[in-house]
């Protein structure tokens, strides 16, 4: 299997594990907790500890995993007349995936806090974590819209996936600048994850 064929599965299966293995600990582990509620939401993290602590780096990893592929696209975009657009966005949204590991890292050290009943730690943790979450997906979010102008503008894709990927982009953007703990906030993750699925298929069907 040659290294288009690998990373468009990887485009497809790591996404698509990740939005459903985080989906599955939303509902079934935390009890729908979310941190629009705060108090149920430390409590559910502390008495999930092991689980929480287990399971969001494992998720980030494989959104990382997906976020990889993009970089091919990226590259293969190279002296066209999307490419610096593309390499720009690529940009962001290495730095705002990175940043969002910031934002797993307090999230589990809420978790740990609430679990040995540190309760003055633990709040400061949460509010860092949500802190850090808003500024790196908004950071993220425009660069997957930029990386959609640069599809756009050199047709190397569909114009329907670019056009998903700079509408789920802004309403990503926009829904971490006015509630990141909104419910609606799933819509824009959605959006990026069919995104990253469409882009993944199309490298499959690409001739080598």
């Known amino acids: 299997m040659d290294s288009r064929k690998i990373t468009g599965l990887s485009m497809i299966i790591a996404p698509v594990v990740a939005i459903l293995g985080w989906i599955g600990m939303g509902i079934i582990v935390l009890d729908n907790a979310s941190p629009g509620d705060p108090a149920k939401w430390m409590s ?3 008495a999930n500890s092991d689980v929480v ?3 969001m780096p494992l998720i980030s990893v494989l959104f990382l995993i997906a976020i990889g592929g993009l970089n091919r696209i990226k590259n293969s975009m190279e002296g066209g007349e999307g490419h610096m657009m593309a390499g720009f966005g690529f940009l962001l ?3 705002g995936s990175a940043a969002q590991l910031g ?3 307090f999230t589990v050290a809420t978790a ?3 679990n040995t009943n540190n309760m003055s730690v633990a709040p400061a943790m949460l509010a860092g974590g949500q802190a850090i979450g808003a500024t790196s997906t ?3 979010a425009i660069g997957f819209a930029l990386i959609g102008i640069g599809i756009l503008q050199q047709k190397n894709f569909t114009p329907l996936v670019a056009g998903l990927m700079i509408i789920a982009g802004i309403f990503a953007t926009a829904m971490s600048l006015i509630d990141y703990e909104s419910p609606l906030m799933m819509i824009g993750y959605l959006g990026m994850v069919a995104s990253l699925v469409w882009l993944g298929a199309s490298l499959l069907r690409q001739e080598d």
């Open 103 to 105: 934002e797993v890292a």
């Open 93 to 95: 949204v290495i730095l």
């Open 44 to 46: 559910e993290l502390g």
């Open 112 to 114: 740990e806090a609430v």
């Open 53 to 55: 602590k287990f399971v």
């Open 138 to 140: 908004t950071v993220t």
